[in-house]
């Protein structure tokens, strides 16, 4: 299908061809998406056009909204001759049930006139028959049922049968998606208002894979702001809307051909960010990290990736393609045991590094500690002279494993570094190999380790102990919470986030401590 999509910001019309691939829509809250949308539906006309949404499809029961939506028209001619009654004030949803009861009505109808004929003949497959069929495939061990002419559904392990509206609006959802895209016209465009509403994520991707399927006349056209149902279309076109300009009517838009030089991250960061973007590690619902940092740096579009490595490939092929999105990203990871080289090597590429060891040590700076302690009105100094204590005296008694940790760490580094230089016969990497031990000189790195440790401990340097302690339970461990007045460490956490949502003494606090543990300067907003 060729779509000549609305003006933009040039005052040119620019044609896709679908080639067979769905379209989707995507953009921020408020970029024009929708508008763009509806100038896409109009110009095409209703005979080449079918809109579904399921917010409007399950909830709109005015009777004059929902006649001038695509299932509406397509119900006027059921409707048509009848005296106006209540029941004909149905939502969309309702009205396709009847629709497919009505063809299903007939498709009998017709069976049994041929049969009475002498015709040969055999039930067709309906619409109906691929609607149940498809919707006890997403949902196992539910039925739909038809008896007298209405729908009723059922679990395998119970007796009970009920109506449609019984149903969760998740699947009420799926039925009214199946049986809409069943009834668009050949060759359309069928236009899904956030395809993603109601669906749990784990169904999402195979239930629109499996819709897509049914129609392969059609080309399936998604407007949504839904970062990971975007990724989910992994062949297909998008249009990313960044603005619009009503008085012009004209919209800043820009259509991705081809995304297949991107992660589906970094994809999907692109097209749904319009402020800078951040990459951070962590899994976005329960880490530390998706938790703090994008109340940290509020000013970033703050996208949680996994692993260090991912975080660190994202942010170097975002940079690479800026002339293409024209947004700044960066990256931000643990220290964990690198040096100082690899830091500096890390934040030349726009990798932001912490002067500590992992993000729970974010949490136990001296400002961050005391920011709590006052919030919970308890002495700041005391607390903090007894938590630094514990963690001192801590770090002491696993001083040599802390140290045999970096120094296993900075072996393995150098390692693949040297053996990853060029050799010309096997001869060479040979020799090569048995002369690392005595260059690389592990022992002598530990011991240089264990004495500079050893110092931190006897001068009490506690923020260069957080630079190297890696040791998750610290939370637990020093008692912070308990002298913060709080009963654990997931509440001393929470009371770090909850003091970050307020415009308060305690989060500028915090906020400038974290900026400076990044070298940054918190008065400073776009300081990065």
Not at 79 to 94: C, K, M, V
Not at 189 to 211: C, D, G, K, V, Y
């Amino acid at each position: 299908m060729e779509l000549s999509l609305p003006r933009n910001k040039d005052g040119q019309s620019v044609t896709v061809n679908t080639a067979n691939s769905p379209v989707v829509i995507v953009g921020a809250n408020g970029a024009g998406k929708s508008r763009f949308t509806s100038q896409l539906v109009s110009s095409l006309g209703p005979e080449k056009s079918f809109s579904l949404s399921a917010l409007h499809g399950l909830y709109v029961r005015d009777a004059e909204e929902v006649a001038k939506t695509s299932v509406g028209q397509l119900y006027a001619d059921i409707r048509a001759g009848r005296p106006s009654s209540a029941t004909d004030n149905h939502n969309e949803l309702e009205m396709l049930l009847s629709r497919l009861m009505h063809d299903e009505m007939l498709n009998l109808l017709n069976y049994k006139l041929s049969k009475s004929e002498g015709k040969k003949t055999q039930l067709q497959t309906t619409r109906l028959d691929e609607v149940i069929e498809l919707w006890q495939e997403i949902f196992p061990g539910n039925r739909i049922l038809v008896e007298s002419g209405r729908f009723l559904f059922s679990r395998d392990n119970s007796d009970d049968r009920y109506s449609a509206f019984r149903l969760s609006d998740g699947e009420q959802a799926v039925i009214y998606y199946i049986a809409g895209v069943l009834y668009a016209p050949q060759g359309s465009a069928i236009f899904i208002n956030s395809p993603e509403m109601f669906l749990h994520p784990t169904i999402m991707q195979a239930l629109w894979s499996r819709i897509e399927l049914l129609r392969p006349d059609c080309t399936f056209i998604y407007t949504t702001h839904d970062l990971d149902f975007t990724s989910s279309r992994l062949n297909a076109k998008v249009i990313w809307v960044r603005d619009y300009d009503p008085a012009a009517v004209e919209w800043d838009y820009m259509v991705l051909e081809d995304a297949a030089s991107l992660t589906e991250d970094v994809y999907s960061a692109i097209i749904g960010a319009r402020k800078p973007v951040l990459f951070i590690e962590g899994d976005g619902v329960h880490s530390i990290d998706s938790k703090l940092y994008p109340l940290i740096f509020k000013e970033f579009t703050v996208k949680s990736l996994g692993s260090c490595n991912k975080v660190i490939e994202a942010t170097r092929s975002f940079n690479d393609l800026n002339s293409f999105h024209h947004l700044d990203s960066y990256g931000i990871v643990d220290r964990d045991r690198r040096d100082e080289h690899e830091v500096t090597y890390l934040r030349g590429k726009r990798i932001m590094v912490p002067e500590v060891a992992e993000i729970e040590n974010i949490l136990m700076l001296e400002d961050v500690i005391k920011a709590v302690a006052r919030s919970r009105r308890r002495d700041p100094k005391k607390v903090f002279d007894k938590v630094s204590r514990a963690i001192i005296s801590q770090f002491e008694q696993s001083l040599k494993q802390q140290a045999l940790m970096h120094t296993r760490h900075k072996v393995k580094r150098t390692v693949e570094y040297r053996i990853d230089g060029r050799f010309t016969n096997i001869n060479m990497l040979e020799e090569h190999i048995a002369g690392l031990h005595h260059e690389i000189a592990p022992r002598q790195i530990y011991e240089e380790l264990c004495r500079r440790f050893r110092h931190y401990v006897e001068t009490g340097d506690y923020a260069a102990i957080l630079k190297v302690y890696n040791q998750k339970s610290m939370l637990s461990s020093s008692n912070v919470a308990a002298l913060c007045g709080l009963r654990n460490k997931d509440e001393y956490v929470a009371a770090i986030i909850d003091l970050l949502r307020t415009d308060s003494e305690h989060s500028r606090r915090i906020i400038s401590a974290v900026k400076r543990c990044f070298g940054l300067e918190a008065k400073n907003q776009n300081a990065i």
